[in-house]
């Protein structure tokens, strides 16, 4: 445990920053939103050191198989960071507005009807400025080129990297602790079936997470851009969760194809062993 509990404390530290980020980025946040934002952070970062700093498994998944967690981490991080600068505006630095000018051009090349950005901004009510449509689809704009980026970042990874590196040692139970291989039938089939799956929702998921919104507005009120920090981390998580899934149903693909060439080799040194008997 101890040898693991430097790197849980580094963890536990950035996921920290990752919280407060958009409190320390944003010009007027108030008081109560500075105690939320600490108490979400304290707990996540106390979360985050529990699971490294034990050996056994918790609920993160590909905790000790790098880089996968390293990247979907820079992702968010990124994005939380860009998008608080954004919303942020009135910054004269150039770095802020070319982060805007980026992200007002993807938005504009990608907001075509039924795309995903078209519905983000579909989101807003009918009596929104346009200064509001703007802004949004400029966040919408940087939170799904770096989605793609990291994405694009995740595969050229896994090829030059051969990843997962079975000749290290692959567990299964550690990198995968809600994923059972005693239930349910062949091992590869229940990996390559689930990672079908999440690269399907994570395909799905930008289309229907804005109606999800639309109608729950009925209930809850339309969406707003006065709450600054709830329009980042709704961004965040409507660019980064579908990433996330493509990344995921991927890796599982590849810990399937890994565990199939285990078994051919296995099964061809059994072959050789009893030739040579």
């Known amino acids: 445990m101890f040898s693991r509990l430097p790197g849980a404390i580094a963890r536990a530290i950035l996921v920290v920053i990752l919280i407060a980020t958009p409190s320390l980025v944003l010009n007027h946040v108030s008081s109560d939103t500075t105690q939320i934002v600490v108490l979400i952070a304290i707990f996540a970062g106390a979360l985050t050191l ?3 700093a034990t050996a056994y498994p918790g609920l993160v998944e590909f905790r000790d198989a790098p880089p996968f967690n390293r990247i979907r981490f820079a992702s968010l991080f990124v994005t939380v960071l860009l998008l608080s600068v954004v919303v942020r ?3 004269s630095s150039t770095s802020a507005h070319f982060v805007e000018a980026v992200g007002t ?3 504009k090349a990608i907001d075509f009807p039924y795309s995903p950005v078209r519905l983000i901004v579909l989101m807003l009510p009918e009596d929104a400025s346009a200064q509001d449509i703007i802004l949004l689809r400029t966040m919408a704009g940087v939170s799904y080129l770096i989605s793609l980026i990291s994405l694009a970042v995740f595969l050229v990874v896994l090829r030059l990297t051969h990843w997962p590196h079975s000749a ?5 139970w550690i990198n995968l602790p809600t ?3 005693t239930v349910g039938g062949d091992v590869v089939e229940r990996l390559e ?3 079908r799956f999440n690269i399907a929702l994570g395909f799905l998921l930008p289309f229907i997470s804005p109606a999800i919104v639309q109608l729950a507005s009925g209930v809850f009120g339309s969406v707003s851009l006065a709450n600054e920090q709830t329009m980042i981390w ?3 998580a409507w660019a980064f969760l579908p990433a996330s899934l493509f990344m995921r149903g991927i890796a599982m693909q590849r810990v399937a194809t890994m565990i199939t ?4 080799r296995n099964t061809a040194r059994i072959d050789e062993d009893m030739l040579t008997a």
């Open 168 to 172: 290290q040692g692959f567990n299964v």
């Open 50 to 52: 529990f699971e490294y």
């Open 105 to 107: 051009l993807i938005g």
């Open 261 to 264: 060439d285990q078994r051919q």
């Open 193 to 195: 079936r689930d990672a």
């Open 234 to 236: 709704t961004l965040t």
């Open 179 to 181: 994923f059972d291989p």
């Open 89 to 91: 505006g009135g910054d």
